[in-house]
T-cell receptor, first 114, second 114 residues
Framework: DGGITQSPKYLFRKEGQNVTLSCEQN?????MYWYRQDPGQGLRLIYY???????QKGDIAEGYSVSREKKESFPLTVTSAQKNPTAFYLC?????????????FGPGTRLTVL | AQSVTQLDSQVPVFEEAPVELRCNYS??????LFWYVQYPNQGLQLLLK??????LVKSINGFEAEFNKSQTSFHLRKPSVHISDTAEYFC????????????FGKGTRLHILP
């Protein structure tokens, strides 16, 4: 089955620690995205990648970092510089860059900072 | 800058009654418009989209939305809701060129009452 997997589903972290969220897709999609979802805020774009070895900052990139060394993988690191990291994180992919292409979403990772 | 306004954060409706979820956008250029649905503790799924052509677009599960350029609206409707329609619905807009992003609204939570 083709799709997007995110792991873990729930993640707890102590303040001051970096943590990496996994996102893998086997859809052979070129573009991948990371969003943050907070209650009543909708989705906000953190980073996106149009192609392997390339990525751009979204609207709220501060305190986050990404890499895109393989087409199927786009991990997100939440660093200690992110002041309010507790949120639901969603990864998505599309066949090619361009907003007319449907974005397919993973099931999400809920991060809680203790 | 583009923006999306979903006028209602929550909409309660009785089962088998009609529903309308409102969405207005601000943009001075041609747009692409989307409705995504998020079931509890899941990622988002594309429900329907308007790219061009007919202003009335339909989904496979009975929802429809109409692009109204003069009113800058893309309201979502269903003539008879089912308990399984309980979810959060997100309206989104994009200019659609290769480098542009999708801007999501804050979401409308649809509560189906028995």
């Amino acid at each position: 089955d083709g799709g997007i997997t995110q792991s873990p589903k729930y993640l707890f972290r102590k303040e001051g620690q970096n943590v990496t969220l996994s996102c893998e897709q086997n859809l052979n999609h070129d573009a991948m995205y990371w969003y943050r979802q907070d209650p009543g805020q909708g989705l906000r774009l953190i980073y996106y990648s149009q192609i392997v070895n390339d990525f751009q900052k979204g609207d709220i990139a501060e305190g986050y970092s990404v890499s895109r060394e393989k087409k199927e993988s786009f991990p997100l690191t939440v660093t200690s510089a992110q002041k309010n990291p507790t949120a639901f994180y969603l990864c998505a992919s599309s066949i090619a860059p361009g907003a007319h292409n449907e974005q397919f979403f993973g099931p999400g990772t809920r991060l809680t900072v203790l | 800058a583009q923006s999306v306004t979903q006028l209602d954060s929550q909409v309660p409706v009785f089962e088998e009654a009609p529903v309308e979820l409102r969405c207005n956008y601000s943009s001075s250029v041609s747009v692409y418009l989307f409705w995504y649905v998020q079931y509890p503790n899941q990622g988002l799924q594309l429900l329907l989209k308007y790219l061009s052509g007919s202003t009335l677009v339909k989904s496979i599960n009975g929802f429809e939305a109409e692009f109204n350029k003069s009113q800058t609206s893309f309201h979502l409707r269903k003539p008879s809701v089912h308990i399984s329609d309980t979810a959060e619905y997100f309206c989104a807009v994009s200019k659609g060129n290769r480098d542009d992003k999708i801007i999501f609204g804050k979401g409308t939570r649809l509560h189906i009452l028995p």
